[in-house]
């Protein structure tokens, strides 16, 4: 009997979780619209720099995401990440942040974990799906340059809830369940400089400004000598500039770094922005994934219920734990059966 064939929509931690999973079980194919893998385990490089501008850290706070982690960390493509962590407000004293409980990070990059997860399962790059069409017994994808690849026995999406809305059809079992996502969205502001001023920090969080992380790139594992900047706006001020330009967006994050730094800050060498549109998952899914075995159609990701209020809204363990629990469910079906 043939394996069954399994295409899977996205390659950040969830999607690479679920192939990972499949792949002794089923013929897997991950099918990613951007030039790598990771999604918000991202990474921005320009030249000699490199900025970590999605997701800063991950905890491991269920047995089998620690037992997941536990190999990388013994090969250190996953190190403990322990900065110096002060809360700064403006007009304030500031105060030391203890974390009290491991936080990890890629190494050398945020993208060390997924690359080396992506290293056997050999995902399609740059392949922007539009998509999904039913013909016959058989599934089929279509790209945004009028491709198509298949035919699937089997479509599972790891992406953002919005765009599974427009991929999968209206018979998908998960639809009504995917309406009710919310997200924040959130601004990454990357500089870099020729010399940072002296600080007794690596790791800021802020109150009562637009800026609510700060991170001195120099103080992540294996970017020692990198005089950068990592500044995240919080959600509700990205929501509320949605209509503004990137250049003002960008000039009042920089006018609310000297506010709280209480001091002038160097012209940087560089500096980017990024908008991440779901940086967030404020109201989730009641459910760790949508499975409609009927139509052979699944989903998977840090919007479901493993990404509560509690847990920060979207992480990168919570977009596992979904990811994981989809995959033990798929395996038990008849059609992917040892």
Known sequence: MPLPRVAIIGAGIAGLTVASALRNRAEVSIIEKSRGVGGRLATRRA?????????QFFTARSKA???FLQPWLETGVVQPWNPRVLTLEVGAKPYRRDWFEPHYVGAPSMTALPKALAAVLAPKLQWEVTSVERMGDHWWLHSIDSKKTGPFD????TAPA?????WFPPQFSGMDALQ????APCFALMLAYTQLPELHWDVARVKSSPIDWIVRGNSRPDQHGQQTMLLHSTHTWAHEQQNTNF???ELTLRQALE??????????LLSLLHRWSYAATVQTTQLPFELDAVNSLAACGDWSAFSNADNGGARVEAAFSSANALAEQLLALPEFAA
């Open 47 to 55: 030249g000699d720099v490199s900025f970590d501008h999605g997701a």
């Open 65 to 67: 995401f620690s037992n």
């Open 154 to 157: 089997w479509i599972v999406a």
């Open 162 to 166: 919005p765009q599974i809305l427009q």
């Open 180 to 183: 009710q996502v919310r997200y």
């Open 247 to 249: 250049d003002n967006i």
């Open 259 to 268: 506010d709280i730094l209480n001091q002038p800050m160097p012209a940087p």
